[in-house]
């Protein structure tokens, strides 16, 4: 399969490199074309990493950077896709305008999948001339460790579109659950609702963040703690996400506290900004 990745950032450059090193031939291409070296140099360490604790062996990761190009044309790099995945800011906008061009660059019978972790499906398909090729595949962050694949389909989603992504998502090694289109799905909904009382606690003073995940790893067996996925995630993308979920269905456990947007207002952002509920020590 030719497989395409729009966006080369976190979540981008981990698509990109989990589809190379299931043999598809893969591209990835970003508008900003210096993204691009870093991109490929992140994919390379984790590959490295991979190799030391012997998860993988020199002839994969040669394999696995053999199937991997970068192009930074959008048109050359999606010319000849069976799949391309959107992995771009989460703005609706922007992403609709990206599918609207994707319809006359890419053959009919290319998927085209976004990777948005709450914004509506429906209304990014809604853009293109063929909804029915269009879907969502919310991979999770790391992409290389995490195994949940979300499969979102909407009213207008073909079934050949919805097989061709779970054939795709188990190729890769991922699980897939399938999921109607709804404001934040199954995954962003739960998690958002804990992560933001997680951060109420910490703004309530109850206790440590640290504190607060140990009791969510060890009491309740998660493998990490709602405020350290935060991090990861980002708390701009946090904050994002549970503004939008908040204007969508009006509950008031997706309201952001302030302690959130506190944090965003200082630049304080997580792992990618080296300081966010934890510090850390290596930006990324």
Known sequence: MNVTVIGAGTMGHGIAQVS????HKTTLTDANESM?????ARIEDNLDGAVKRKKLDEDARAQTLGKLTTNPSLDNAVEDADLVIEAIIEDLDIKRNLFHNLD??????CILATNTSSLS????ANSTANPGRVIGLHFFNPVHIMKLVEIITHDRTDAATAEMARHFAESIGKTPISVKDSPGFASSR???VLGLEA????EQGVASPEDIDKALELGYGHPMGPLRVSDLVGLDVRLAIAEYLHDELKEAHYAPPEILRNKVKAGELGKKTGKGFYEWPNKT
């Open 20 to 23: 190379a090193m299931a043999g």
């Open 121 to 124: 499906v429906t209304e990014i």
């Open 36 to 40: 691009l070296p870093s991109a490929l």
């Open 104 to 109: 006359s660059h890419t053959a009919e019978s």
């Open 190 to 192: 739960l998690g958002v």
């Open 199 to 202: 951060m109420r606690m910490v």
